[in-house]
């Protein structure tokens, strides 16, 4: 069982930064592929970073390619988002997810766990 905690969400204008955090429990993080994901209002959910059990590999949407840099801290069960050059069209929810193998995937219905979302808005 792992649970995962988001942070860092919050209020910024176009062209800013943000970090995003995701603190996970358990003991065999590490062994999990992690993931973000995002929702905006009215839309499906979307893919937009993921990152293997030893950090060694990543993969990023199109539309945020870089900007964005996913991380992760195995020794800290720590997964973090940074997000660079934040455009309105970034505004949604972010969720952290955790996926039980050790390569990385980007569909969402992979995912064996999630958390509960952290807000983001980007004004123009």
């Known amino acids: 069982q792992v649970q995962l905690v988001e942070s860092g969400g919050g209020l910024v204008q176009a062209g800013g930064s943000l970090r995003l955090s995701c603190a996970a429990s358990?003991?065999?993080?590490?062994?999990?592929?992690m993931g973000w994901f995002r929702q905006a209002p009215g839309k499906e959910r979307e893919f937009v970073a993921t990152?293997?059990?030893?950090?060694?590999?990543?993969s990023y949407a199109d539309s945020v390619k870089g900007r964005f840099t996913i991380s992760r801290d195995n020794a800290k069960n720590m997964v973090y988002l940074l997000m660079n050059s934040l455009k309105p069209e970034d505004t949604a929810v972010y969720y952290c997810?955790?996926?039980?193998?050790?390569?990385?995937?980007?569909?969402?219905?992979?995912?064996?766990?999630w958390g509960q979302g952290t807000q983001v808005t980007v004004s123009s």
């Open positions: 997810a955790a996926h039980r193998s050790a390569a990385w995937v980007t569909q969402g219905g992979s995912y064996d766990y």
């Open positions: 358990g003991r065999t993080f590490s062994s999990y592929a």
């Open positions: 990152i293997s059990w030893s950090g060694g590999s990543t």
